[in-house]
């Protein structure tokens, strides 16, 4: 799989893709991540991606052409499954996504920043928009970060158990259960008797029925779906 992500400020993500599992998985070659900053295709002497909107609301908006150009390099140089515009009104992003999206080959994302990005992009060039949440941040790059980090935790071999991203929130449209470590007890606190037990079956049953009982309590619309 290889992620494009098109971005003003690039040192945004430079931390969030270079560690723990997703810089792992890059050094593994089971994803490719590029950051290109949008800067490249910037006009006049100071580079400029971005000016005031028609209408006169307060806020910068990113410029057509230099996106356009940005998208037509990439294009040019292989097909995209899906160009995902990251933004506070798109479809809200969820595990089911995050499972859709990790089958892809080549995806872009674009992440604006300031007041948005001309919509004429979103009219023309772009083939899908995500939202983290019903919130507005500064920028895309969190959210794209958000979005490259949970599909690389799919892709098998990223986690060495890879059964542990499969009983992980929301794989089977259930929360998991809770998890203990050791020690066994501390400060008076125990760890339930049952996982102590040994046993596979009565383990599975209790982690079974946690989930269910969790799932009613914090996000019973799963149930629902
Ligand atoms: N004026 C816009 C908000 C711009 S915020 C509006 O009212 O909808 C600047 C940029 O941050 C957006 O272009 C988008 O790329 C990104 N962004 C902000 N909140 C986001 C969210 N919840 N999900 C995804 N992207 C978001």
Known sequence: MRIDIITV???????????????????????????????????????????????????????????????????????YDEIIYMSPDGEVFNQGIANELSLKENIILLCGHYKGIDHRIREHLVTREISVGDYVLSGGEIPAAIVADALVRLIPGAITDETSALSDCFQDGMLSAPIYTRPAEFNGWKVPEVLLSGNPKLIRDWQDEQAMERTKQLRPKLLDE
């Open 9 to 79: 400020v690039p040192e945004l993500l430079e931390s969030p893709l270079s560690h723990s599992i997703v810089g792992r998985a890059i050094k593994k070659g089971l994803v490719e991540i590029h950051v290109h900053n949008l800067r490249r295709y910037g006009k006049g002497p100071r580079l400029q991606v971005d000016d005031y909107s028609y209408g006169g609301d307060a806020g910068m908006v990113l410029m057509v052409e230099p996106v356009y150009n940005m998208i037509q390099e990439l294009k040019s140089e292989r097909q």
